[in-house]
């Protein structure tokens, strides 16, 4: 199983999805804002970030470009999780340098399925 951390601001949404992930057999790892998550990253050394994009203090975008720009942590696997599935929101995620997106509500199979994806692929 992979060690996840999870970004995200909003608690209930963040309780849900670390209570569904760990019943699933992973190790999951939480952060509340965008510095809090980058730090951790560095701590934690997760195999996959699961970032909400609209954060405090330093939002998703910002953070998974401070993610991409240290060698350490260019290729880790982030997919960006957010309530905007406009005409655009995917291809602003991946720009910022998110690996894949899914939105709000999770559905945790279909995640579950990318998260799968990514810790198989070579990066």
Known sequence: MALILVIEDNELNRDLLVRRLERRGHSVH????????????????????????????????????????????????????????????????????????DTKPVDLNRLLVKINALLRSPL
Do not use: N
């Not at 994009?53 to 880790?76: C, E, H, I, V």
């Not at 982030?78 to 997106?101: N, Q, S, W």
């Open 30 to 101: 939480w952060a509340a804002d965008g510095e809090q998550g980058v730090r951790l990253v560095h701590e934690v050394h997760p195999d996959v970030v699961l970032m909400d994009m609209s954060l405090p203090r330093l939002d998703g975008y910002a953070a998974t470009r401070q993610l991409r720009s240290d060698p350490a942590t260019a290729d880790l696997p982030v997919i960006a999780l957010t309530a905007h599935a406009m005409t655009g929101d995917r291809e602003r995620c991946l720009a910022a340098g998110c690996t894949d997106y």
